[in-house]
């Protein structure tokens, strides 16, 4: 803060004026995959994320607690964001107020959009909405001066979209969508840097599992090597590769277009799978993973959201991991891990089975089971594409 202080000082000296702009501190997002937190709780994977942002968003820090900021996004909202994902803008001063202009919601060969102007790179946050399917888009710090919102034939997923001014400086966009299933979008800034632009995936027109392209996460990797079996020294890493090179083979013998993030022991950490995946653009992603417990006792399969949009995938699959010889252990949402973050494609998380658990680690310990486990991904894929025919 005293840094940040001293630049301000040096744009506005001598001043009275100065002196209380210098107590307003601004900053952009920066870096690989900057995110906002609810608050500073943690746990193993980290605290609660509140959103992924673009870079160069601009907001007011009100406080600094340890690695974090406390960042003001309208009047009555806050955050936390980690100050080795901002970059001070000390002379920069915050307007009084934030409008909008006019939307513009179109397609073109593969997307719809939605695109909204601005006067700044305002933080924003969303949520998924299901029956009817909905994208709930929060714009903070914007106050409405959009008095046309121009919709084109050639949105083909879009059925309608519109506004409510939900508080002075929250402006709430609602994207509406034709189908129940939600297939993923973007948010972020053009090269402009004052239009924000939410990229909507449409639902493929054939839903045949052949036409779509599937990625498969083997967790952990090289130096990361997650969990150790309790009865062997085996590491979770190299298992959950065995497996996602077994997903992998009989989706390609299924002739399914796949892209694995790993296909060997290597390390590779969790904002450059995520930036992978981006540029790959699949049409869903399957992470696999093995569980562990400090109670030995517990046993079984799990599958693991994000977003509520997300989570009929989920299910699907954990209902056919449930005829293995494995028991339950449930199907949970609002999970923190970083590749269920992304809104931009359907994702879910398979814990396959627990490597603290002796019977557990028997199945995982067998090729056999490998290809079972297989089996019951691909078979609960095409049973979660047939829900939407």
């Not at 417990?293 to 046993?299: D, I, L, P, Q, Y």
């Amino acid at each position: 803060m005293k840094k940040a202080l001293f630049y301000y000082l040096l744009c506005f000296p001598l001043t009275a004026a100065a002196q209380d702009t210098a107590k307003t501190m601004m900053v952009q997002t920066a870096g690989k995959l900057p995110f906002l937190k609810y608050g500073l709780g943690e746990d193993r994977l980290g605290g609660a994320k509140m959103t992924y942002l673009d870079s160069g968003v601009v907001m007011r820090v009100v406080d600094s607690v340890n690695t974090d900021y406390k960042v003001q996004l309208s009047e009555n909202h806050f955050a936390y964001i980690a100050k080795s994902n901002t970059q001070w803008l000390p002379c920069k001063v915050p307007a009084p107020y934030y409008l909008t202009s006019g939307w513009h919601i179109y397609g073109d060969g593969q997307f719809d959009y939605v695109t909204i102007s601005l006067d700044e790179r305002l933080p924003y946050r969303s949520v998924q909405q299901i029956s009817p399917a909905r994208i709930v888009v929060d714009i903070f710090g914007a106050t409405s001066n959009t008095n046309w919102i121009s919709q084109l034939g050639s949105a083909k997923e879009i059925k309608n979209a519109w506004y409510e001014q939900t508080e002075d400086d929250v402006m709430r966009v609602y994207i509406e969508l034709k189908h129940m299933q939600h297939w993923g979008y973007h948010i972020g800034y053009d090269s402009t840097g004052k239009k924000l632009v939410i990229l909507v995936k449409r639902q493929p027109e054939d839903l045949n599992i052949r036409k779509l392209k599937i990625a498969i996460d083997a967790g952990h990797g090289g130096t990361n090597t997650g969990a150790t079996g309790v009865t062997s020294n085996v590491k979770e890493k190299d298992y959950a590769l065995n497996i996602a090179q077994a997903v992998n083979k009989l989706l390609k013998r299924k002739k399914v277009a796949t892209y694995m993030t790993r296909e060997k022991d290597t390390t590779l950490g969790m904002p450059e799978r995520v930036e992978m995946l981006r540029a790959e653009s699949p049409h869903l992603l399957i992470s696999i993973h093995l569980n562990s417990s400090g109670n030995m006792a517990v046993k079984g399969t799990g599958t693991y959201y994000r977003y509520i949009g997300f989570r009929s995938l989920s299910q699907a699959i954990l209902r056919r991991m449930l005829e293995l010889p494995l028991a339950e252990a449930g199907n949970v949402g609002a999970f923190n891990f970083a590749l269920n973050g992304p809104t931009d494609y359907p994702n879910c998380l398979v814990e396959v089975a627990f490597l603290s658990n002796a019977d557990d680690e028997k199945h995982i310990l067998d090729p056999r089971f490998h290809n079972a486990v297989a089996k019951k991904i691909y078979k609960g894929i095409k049973d979660w594409l047939k829900e939407m025919k």
